[in-house]
């Protein structure tokens, strides 16, 4: 008698999962009507933000069969501003693995440091979350990802570990803002709150966040380091750039090359911070700068225009896998935007919110701000849309427009690390399977997410 084999489930692709994301929404834009509201420009905020209760319906727009392929070409033009941004930072980066600098500086801090290499998660992840919390540092963060993840894998941790340093750490910061001016900035000045007021109370919960994120991340690395079975990437084949041993590293000197590189890759995060902070740099400016930082550390290599050349190709070839998911993932807001469906869900879900008092509208807002963060993964985006509405919703049911405002601030910024908008574009910037990221990641967002009921709730309580 033959016996019966078990089939394990094996999970799709993620551009197949992706896809199925597309396919959703475009379904989505069949069933939602179309509507919107009207947008005038808030002088304040520079800002053009939805008038409150001038919504209305539009004749139904829809999404056809064809229609949901060129939303993935228009969604590749949508997002080729961060998609050439991702090939320039790794570009530049590479420049500095190919010289072996990289190398190098693992080597030298892992001589320093020795056993305590476990310090080198809180310590960094703090800086990152600081300057996520404050100068809304995000997007200018994903050139590292790659570095941190090799330099984890080099430490004996894995490469969730060596994404999470960047990714999770920034994005707690960026939602736990302190006076981070693409979200709270933006929130207050639109919903005519004094501008970074109630200051300590959004510090004190930046504290509880990091804590809880640093925490979780440094417990799995350390599992991971003791007993690399139980990484939950064990097994998986993965193309992760090859790093030499603990000890093969400690034994790597400076050269002279080295050094000046290690010098101009200092040189250019100061850069970057300096032009983020008073130049008003965002993407492109950023962008020029890699672009230069790769020429100019190819050539104090002394390599030959053609061999920077080619290693510009490597480097791209290496980020494409990634570039591609943020195109074919910009296919979802596109169908959405075309569909007019993003303002008709944004206002079902507020007209809720004034049956409800105190707490349980607080909740609600949170509630309501998570699920629009779906569809308005942008920040300051979802503020001139949401806080118009929810400001004096938030007056009419007997709450400070400041508790509107971390409603907000909550609800846009941690979902992410979650919502597939987010995850599938930093997932395919890491390398990483969809799946495995959201095993690593749904407990630390659950508990993110109880922080958030709790903070909101003390917020009320206390009159914030």
């Known amino acids: ?29 069949n069933i939602v009507p179309a509507g919107e509201f009207t947008r005038v420009l808030d002088e304040a905020s520079g800002k053009m933000v939805v008038v409150a209760d001038s919504f209305h319906y539009l004749p139904k727009t829809g999404c056809s069969l064809f229609e949901i392929f060129t939303s993935i070409q228009l969604g590749f033009i949508d997002g080729a501003q961060i998609i050439f941004f991702i090939v320039f930072a790794y570009a530049f980066v590479y420049m500095l693995l190919k010289n072996g600098t990289f190398d190098a500086v693992v080597g030298a801090v892992l001589r320093k440091i020795g056993n305590r290499v476990h310090l080198l998660i809180p310590i960094c992840m703090i800086a990152f979350g600081i300057l996520g919390s404050t100068i809304g540092l995000f997007e200018e ?19 969730i570990v060596g994404g999470s340093i960047v990714y999770i750490a920034v994005a707690v910061g960026f939602a736990a803002a302190t006076i981070n001016p693409f979200t709270i900035g933006i929130a207050q000045e639109v919903s005519q709150v004094p501008l970074f007021s109630g200051l300590g109370y959004r510090i004190f919960c930046f504290v509880i966040f990091m804590g809880i994120s640093i925490i979780y991340v440094w417990r799995y690395a350390e599992k991971v380091r003791k007993h690399p079975e139980k990484s939950i990437l064990a097994g998986e084949n993965l193309n992760f750039r090859e790093v030499g041993t603990k000890e093969e590293l400690m034994k790597r000197d400076f050269t002279l090359t080295q050094k000046i590189s290690g010098l101009c890759f200092i040189f250019t995060v100061v850069m970057l911070l300096v032009g983020t902070i008073k130049l008003g740099w965002y993407i492109n400016e950023i962008a020029a700068l890699f672009i230069i930082m790769m020429l100019v550390i190819g050539l104090v290599s002394r390599f030959t225009p053609s061999q920077i050349a080619q290693y510009f190709i490597e480097a791209a070839k290496d980020m494409m896998f990634g570039a591609l ?30 049956q409800f008092q105190g707490i349980a509208s607080a909740m609600g807002m949170l509630f309501v701000q998570n699920i629009i963060n779906f569809f308005i993964p942008s920040g300051g985006g979802q503020a001139v849309v949401t806080m118009p509405i929810l400001a004096p919703v938030s007056e009419m049911v007997g709450l400070s427009r400041q508790i509107a405002v971390l409603a907000f601030q909550f609800g846009d910024g941690f979902s992410n690390i979650f919502w597939p908008t987010s995850v599938f574009m930093m997932c395919g910037i890491m390398g990483l399977p969809v ?9 630390l967002f659950g508990l993110l997410f109880i922080a958030e009921i709790v903070l909101l709730t003390i917020a009320v309580l206390i009159g914030y």
């Open 1 to 29: 008698m033959r016996k019966k084999t078990a089939t394990s489930f094996k999970m799709p692709h993620t551009y197949v999962i992706i896809f199925g994301m597309v396919l959703l929404t475009a379904l989505l834009a």
């Open 141 to 159: 963060t994903y050139g590292l990802l790659p570095i941190f993840i090799s330099i984890a894998i080099a430490l004996g941790f894995d490469a």
């Open 325 to 354: 998911i943020v195109g074919l993932s910009r296919a979802i807001p596109v169908i959405m935007d075309n569909a007019h469906i993003i303002d008709t869900i944004v206002y079902w879900l507020s007209t809720g919110l004034a």
């Open 435 to 443: 799946n495995k990221w959201y095993k690593f990641v749904t407990p």
